[in-house]
């Protein structure tokens, strides 16, 4: 819907070798950016330290936001906000996993996917107010999306009342199952296989755009 709002700048940056390292099979290939799999030990977290590198190869170039398209088949991505998003060019799911890092890199969104009993589950603390915008463990709700509920909209939203409270305050996030909320039972910041980014998602992004836009 803001597609206008947008130019899109191919830049080739060629390597020594095709494909992306990953550790965890001793693969490690010599590439434009050095970037690599196995991030925080997650098979799929894909990431570069070569900053200096990425900027070197857009010197003269105006932009605002980065992109790396890397050539491989192995699944994965990163987003790192205010930074760069990563991600595999090849593998079938290319397309939502890009969608997904660039609400991670552009829009500072968090993820809302959670495990029971996961290494990382305490990533944030309970007891204060995490600075992105789609999740909260309530401590500040005031300054999340309270603004966007219905009035007597259940806390916590139960997930089989979804479709009556398309934003609620739903149970698990931010990799945690208990304690952190998020806006809707599903999104594009929760799985992949969902369509769209959720309305709080949305309209964070949406006011991000039009701060860079306008």
């Known amino acids: 819907s803001m597609k206008d709002r947008f130019n899109i700048v191919a830049v080739a940056s060629p390597s020594d070798d095709t494909g992306v390292s990953v550790p965890r099979l001793g693969e490690w290939k010599h590439t434009a950016f050095s970037s690599h799999f196995s991030t925080f030990y997650s098979d799929r977290y894909l990431t570069t330290r070569r900053v200096k590198s990425i900027h070197d190869a857009l010197a003269g170039i105006p932009y605002e936001h980065i992109i ?5 088949e192995e ?3 990163g987003g790192i906000y205010n930074a760069y998003t990563l ?57 999340k999306w309270e603004d966007m509920l219905i009035k007597g909209t259940p806390i916590p939203t139960p997930v089989n009342e979804q479709a009556k409270y ?21 999104c594009r910041m929760r799985t ?12 964070s992004l949406q006011r991000l755009i039009d701060f860079y836009t306008k």
Request: proline share 7%.
């Open 166 to 186: 398309p934003v609620g305050v739903y149970e698990g996030g931010g990799y945690s199952a208990k304690g952190i909320f998020r806006p809707a039972d599903n």
């Open 87 to 143: 991600t595999t060019a090849h593998h079938p799911m290319f397309r939502p996993v890009v969608v997904h890092e660039f609400g991670h890199s552009f829009g500072g969104l968090a993820d809302e996917y959670f495990y029971d009993d996961d290494v990382m589950t305490d990533t944030y603390s309970l007891d204060i107010e995490p600075w992105e915008q789609n999740i909260s463990t309530r401590i500040d709700f005031a300054s």
């Open 68 to 72: 790396i398209l890397a050539n491989t």
């Open 192 to 203: 992949n296989e969902y369509p769209t980014f959720c309305p709080v998602c949305q309209r």
């Open 75 to 77: 699944y994965g991505g």
